[in-house]
């Protein structure tokens, strides 16, 4: 029997109170530690494991409220507790033998957060530091929330949309004025960007966006600014080399030779593909960062597939069929019981949220719960290819979280490495690209009800027969072919984004940081890269940076996972599926020695031993047309 799903509509009264319980349990917890254990006898088994079960209680009891706001700073109170630090230090400085690989971690990161909240500092610099954290947690729940503000909306006539399809146009807004309205929410103004034909609607819509959020910048100057001198405050040389000398890089100048040697073998490509995407514009003016969604979009159309007419073979309702007697926080959340195959065991509840509303998280992600745009005029809601493969990355998120095998809570799933938790979801990505994949998951609309029917036969009123059921071979062809499409260019962007983040969170100095032109530096580090021109020249002034969560919170100091880990799972899929990618026995293989693992062990020694060796990078020079061969 299935145990009932979790309660998820809580009041925001029902929050307060289940947040304060969590409060007097931890503080309870640490109460009954100190009372009842001391430095001279403390162990790793009355010291560790039960500040290892009060951080498992803790997630249990913090994960359904965080996920309906954010990050609470509730471990602080164990980190920030001196007597608790004394009992690790003294349990550390023993150095225990008889430990399991997941209990030398659970030690090591017990003991480096407490280091790492100034427990080795004096009284008054632990005091400062403290201040500087809280402040921090502050201005960044702040940056956070203005992210779920309205974006509001930009009017254009008719003419100035030039390119829109009938229903882009159609699901637009319009006046007495004769004109449309374009929400400036990024699923809408993207699919305008790749349409639209006026070059100045495509800058505006684009410069709209990256000017959303102002209150952001002080927010994001602040928020850096502290971390660093935080950081150097501890005795690190930056904020950065504070987080990954514990991560899978180890060092900032690993990451910096990482990326300079991505970004020095993706030049050829880049200029090859740059040089092609110039010879669509009439103008001969440089390519822009509003002009990349819209010739891309062209060359696909051109030589690959009409995107709208496969999305009609990828209806949500089909692809994510809804489970309707579990509990959720919104009408529009679909829900997945999920069952091992191998013992029939229940494994847990995956939970979807796939469309923008107001004061959503307004980009893709993963959240526990524990350890495209919405129907309209009773249209099917469809999934763009693209769409379907950022289903499957935040998808692998939540596999990893349900494979998790971990004693505490922790190292449960994803909560890894931070260079590494993305592997997983990057993996699972390759399969989007299957054509057996793509025929499974594909049923055209039409199919699926009368009524549905009898839209399309009206839209199509000269069309002589149904579409097929399931998504043409041709369309499949054309949809794994489009992969390898300016591949270059969008690997480049995020190189440049990662060389951003490092440039504010890797300074040569606290000094340098403070003069930095952060809006500045963003654009050159984009275009730099990738040779694609943004709002550098001062022209327009922008912001892109603050229009994210990306660098403050979830991928601060560390964007250059995004492409460290395409490269790990290049390395998996090449090694370990590309040959049967459905392979049961792969698969379970995968999921003991990887997803079971959580981040209980050194991902990279985890890796080294599913792998059979180091991983390395060929495989991902393959996937993205660098070597010759094609993953």
Known sequence: MLPPSLKLNYTPGEIFVRAEKLVQQLHHGIDELLKSVTTRDSTFENTVVPIGHIFNELDEGLAPIQLLESVSPLADIVYQSEGVFELIDSVKQARPRHLDEEAERLLSVLHEQCIDHGLKLPAEKRNSLAKLTRRCSELTADFIKNLGLDPGSLWFYEDELNGLSKATLGGLDSNDL????VHLYRTTATVVLRQCKVEKTRRRIFAAREQLYFEN???????????????????????????????????PQA??????DIGRQLQPLVAKELETMQELSSNGNPIHLWDFPF???????????????????????????RISD????????KVFRVVDLVDQTFVGFLYTDLYPRVGKYNHAA??????????????????????????????????????????????????????????????????????????????HYSHLSKQY??????????????????IPNAFVTALVAAKMLNVGLSTARQVGLALFDMKVYNPASHKELEDLDIAKEYYACISKISGLQGLEDGSVKGHGYCTTPHFVYGQEANYYSYTSTRMLAADIWRTCFVKDPLSAQAGLRYRQMVLDKGGSMDEKEMLTAYLGREPNLDAFLESIGILNAVV
């Open 366 to 443: 993963n959240f526990p719960v524990r350890p495209s745009y919405t129907d309209r005029h009773d249209a099917p809601s469809l999934l763009q290819h693209s769409d379907v493969v950022t289903i499957f990355h935040e998808l692998g998120h939540g596999m990893h979280d349900l494979m998790g095998r971990t004693k505490y809570a922790m190292f449960h799933g994803w909560r890894g490495r931070r260079d590494f938790i993305e592997a997983p979801s990057q993996l699972l990505e390759f399969w989007c690209w299957l054509p057996e994949t793509l025929k499974s998951m594909s049923c």
């Open 326 to 333: 579990v509990e959720v926080w919104h009408e529009d959340v």
């Open 178 to 181: 004769g004109q449309r309205c």
């Open 453 to 470: 029917r009898g839209q399309w036969k009206r839209q199509n009123p000269e069309a002589a027969n149904m579409p097929e059921e399931k």
């Open 295 to 321: 010739y891309h979009e062209k060359m696909l159309l051109d030589r690959y597939v009409e995107k709208d007419l496969a999305a009609e073979y990828f209806p949500t309702d089909f692809v994510l069929p």
């Open 255 to 260: 990451v910096m030779t990482f990326l300079d």
């Open 217 to 251: 910048v002080a927010l994001f100057k602040n928020i850096v600014l502290i971390r660093d001198e935080s950081a150097r405050m501890l005795g690190y040389s930056s904020y950065h080399q504070q987080l990954v000398h514990r991560r899978m890089m180890k060092s």
